[in-house]
C-alpha cells in the first residue's frame, strides 16, 4: 500500500472514530438529560414510573393494592404492571384528610350539638321490661322529659349486654349476667326510644366492680400492709371489692366498655362510682396514707386525698381527651356533699372543680336523704326538699365561679333529684316523696340558675311522680 493511500485510510478511520465518539457522547447527554427530566416530573407527581411494585411492600394493604390496580387498569386498559404513585406519596397523610381533633380543639369550636337534656334513669331490666319502657316513651311524648340514661355496666361489675370486648373473652363471669340477649335486641330498644325524640346516656359503674377485682387480683385495691382490717384485696363494709383507679388495665377495660357503647347508639357516656370507697379508706395501700382514719377519728391527712384526687381526675382526662374527639359527651356522677366540703371530697377523691375542668358534664347527687343533719339550715335533711336541693346548687355556682369567671372550661351541672322514698331514715326524719316534692326539687334547681336534671327510681317506676315533671 502507498504511503499517500495509507495517510487517507489513517485520517478516515479519525474522522469515523469522532463521529462515533460524538454520537455516543450525543446519545449519554439525551439520555442524562431525559433521565434529569424524568426525576423532576416524578418529584412534581406528573410521573410515576419508578415506585416499586406495592404487592412487594412492607406497609402495603390489600386494600390500597386493589384500589391502585382498579384505577390504574381504568386509565390504561391492562391488566399487568401498572405506573404507580410515588412512595413519598404513598406514606405521606393525604392534605385533604380531616385533622384529629384534640379536646382543646373541640372546647374552642365545639362541633358536636348538646342537649338539654331532662332525664329518667331506667336499669337494664327496667329498659328491657315492656310495660315500664311503654311508660318512659309516654313521659317523652307528653313531657319535658326528652333523655334516657341505661345500665351498660352495673353496680356490682355485670356487663347488661355483649359488647365483644377482649376482656370479657377471657373473665367469662363478666357477661354471666346479660340482660339483653344480644346487641341487637338492645340496639331496637334504643331505636325505638331515638324514634321519639330520646337522647341516650350509657350508664358505666367505673370503680365498684366486685367481678373483674375478684377475677383479676392485680386490678384491685388491696389492704395495707400491717392492716388491722385484713390482708390482700380489699372489700368495704358492704362486702364489695373495688377497682384501682390507675391500673391500666382497669383504664382500657372501662374505655373499651365506652366504646363499645358508643358504637350501639349512645349519644353520652356517664361513670357513676368514679370514686374511691367510703369505709376503711385508711387502710387501703397506696390510697390510703397514714393518720386518715375517720372511723378512729384521726387527723384528716390532705396529702392521702391528694393521691385520691388526682387518681380520679387523671381517670376522667384520660375518658375525656379519649372519647371527645370521637363526637361522644363525657359526664360523672360525684356525691353532692363534695361541693363546698374538702375533706368529704378527698375521702373519695372527688375534685368537684378539677373534674368539671374536664367532663362535659359533672352530675351531682344531691338527694335530700344522702344529707346529714344538721345541713342549710334543715335538722333533718329529708324533710325539706328544696333548701336542700337550691343550697347545693347555689354553692355548686360559687364554686365553679372560678372556672366561668375565668373563661375557662367549665362541666354543665345536671344534677340527680330523689324520686323514692327513704323511710330508712326513721320516723320523723323523711317524708313520702311524690309528684309535689320533685316538682320543689325541680324549683330549686331551676331557681340555682341551672336547666338539666335527672331522675332516680332504681326500679323505674315514674308513675307517681310524673305530675311534678315541669
Known amino acids: 500500500m502507498s504511503r499517500g493511500s495509507s495517510r487517507l485510510s489513517y485520517r478516515a478511520r479519525k474522522r469515523r472514530q469522532r463521529r462515533i465518539i460524538l454520537v455516543i457522547s450525543t446519545v449519554l447527554a439525551f439520555f442524562l438529560v431525559c433521565t434529569g427530566l424524568l426525576y423532576m416530573l416524578q418529584g412534581s407527581g406528573e410521573f410515576n414510573w419508578f415506585k416499586k411494585d406495592p404487592s412487594s411492600s412492607e406497609n402495603s394493604t390489600e386494600g390500597d393494592d386493589g384500589e391502585t390496580g382498579a384505577q390504574s387498569g381504568d386509565e390504561t386498559g391492562e391488566s399487568g404492571e401498572q405506573p404507580e404513585e410515588s412512595t413519598e406519596e404513598s406514606t405521606e397523610a393525604p392534605t385533604d384528610a380531616p385533622a384529629v381533633l384534640t379536646l382543646e380543639d373541640i372546647w374552642e369550636n365545639d362541633p358536636r350539638t348538646p342537649v338539654e337534656a331532662k332525664a329518667v334513669y331506667l336499669s337494664a331490666t327496667a329498659a328491657a321490661r315492656r310495660s315500664t319502657l311503654d311508660y318512659v316513651i309516654q313521659l317523652l311524648d307528653t313531657t319535658v322529659i326528652n333523655a334516657v340514661v341505661i345500665d351498660i355496666k352495673d353496680d356490682e361489675g355485670f356487663l347488661t349486654v355483649d359488647l365483644d370486648i377482649p376482656l370479657a373473652e377471657e373473665i367469662k363471669e363478666i357477661e354471666s349476667q346479660l340482660t339483653f340477649k344480644s346487641a341487637d335486641d338492645l340496639k331496637a330498644i334504643l331505636d325505638e326510644l331515638k324514634s321519639h325524640g330520646a337522647y341516650l346516656i350509657a350508664r358505666i359503674a367505673a370503680f365498684?366492680?366486685?367481678?373483674?377485682?375478684?377475677?383479676?387480683?392485680?386490678?384491685?385495691?388491696?389492704?395495707?400492709?400491717?392492716?388491722?382490717?385484713?390482708?390482700?384485696?380489699?372489700?368495704?363494709?358492704?362486702?364489695?371489692?373495688?377497682?384501682?383507679?390507675?391500673?391500666?388495665?382497669?383504664?382500657?377495660?372501662?374505655?373499651?366498655?365506652?366504646?363499645?357503647?358508643?358504637?350501639?347508639?349512645?349519644?353520652?357516656?356517664?361513670?357513676d362510682y368514679i370514686r374511691f370507697p367510703t369505709t376503711y379508706i385508711g387502710q387501703v395501700a397506696h390510697y390510703g396514707g397514714t393518720g386518715y382514719y375517720l372511723e378512729d377519728g384521726v387527723t384528716y391527712n390532705l396529702e392521702a386525698a391528694?393521691?385520691?384526687?388526682?387518681?380520679?381526675?387523671?381517670?376522667?382526662?384520660?375518658?375525656?381527651?379519649?372519647?371527645?374527639?370521637?363526637?361522644?359527651?363525657?359526664?360523672?356522677?360525684?356525691?353532692?356533699?363534695?361541693?363546698?366540703?374538702?375533706?368529704?371530697?378527698?375521702?373519695?377523691?372527688?375534685?368537684?372543680?378539677?373534674?368539671?375542668?374536664?367532663?362535659?358534664?359533672?352530675?351531682?347527687?344531691?338527694?335530700?336523704?344522702?344529707?346529714?343533719?344538721?345541713?342549710?339550715?334543715?335538722?333533718?335533711?329529708?324533710?325539706?326538699?328544696?333548701?336542700?336541693?337550691?343550697?347545693?346548687?347555689?354553692?355548686?355556682?360559687?364554686?365553679?365561679?372560678?372556672?366561668?369567671?375565668?373563661?375557662?372550661?367549665?362541666?354543665?351541672?345536671?344534677?340527680?333529684?330523689?324520686?323514692?322514698?327513704?323511710d330508712w331514715l326513721g320516723a320523723g326524719r323523711y317524708i313520702e316523696y311524690a309528684g309535689y316534692e320533685l316538682s320543689l326539687q325541680l324549683d330549686a334547681v331551676y331557681d340555682a340558675g341551672y336547666d338539666e336534671w335527672i331522675l332516680w327510681n332504681s326500679a323505674g317506676n315514674y308513675q307517681k311522680y310524673s305530675a311534678g315533671i315541669k
Open 208 to 271: 365498684r366492680d366486685g367481678v373483674l377485682a375478684k377475677a383479676d387480683t392485680d386490678c384491685s385495691l388491696w389492704w395495707k400492709e400491717g392492716s388491722p382490717r385484713g390482708t390482700g384485696p380489699y372489700i368495704d363494709s358492704q362486702g364489695y371489692r373495688w377497682l384501682d383507679p390507675a391500673n391500666e388495665t382497669v383504664r382500657q377495660y372501662l374505655l373499651d366498655v365506652s366504646q363499645a357503647a358508643v358504637n350501639l347508639g349512645f349519644d353520652e357516656i356517664q361513670y
Open 306 to 422: 391528694a393521691v385520691r384526687k388526682e387518681a380520679i381526675t387523671s381517670f376522667v382526662e384520660y375518658a375525656c381527651r379519649e372519647l371527645v374527639p370521637h363526637g361522644v359527651f363525657v359526664s360523672a356522677d360525684v356525691y353532692g356533699i363534695i361541693i363546698g366540703s374538702e375533706e368529704d371530697g378527698g375521702n373519695v377523691g372527688q375534685d368537684y372543680v378539677e373534674l368539671s375542668k374536664w367532663l362535659d358534664y359533672i352530675c351531682p347527687m344531691v338527694y335530700p336523704s344522702h344529707y346529714t343533719s344538721p345541713i342549710y339550715g334543715v335538722q333533718y335533711p329529708d324533710t325539706n326538699p328544696y333548701a336542700i336541693v337550691n343550697g347545693a346548687m347555689t354553692d355548686s355556682k360559687t364554686e365553679l365561679s372560678v372556672l366561668t369567671d375565668a373563661g375557662e372550661h367549665c362541666a354543665i351541672v345536671r344534677p340527680w333529684m330523689q324520686t323514692f322514698t327513704a
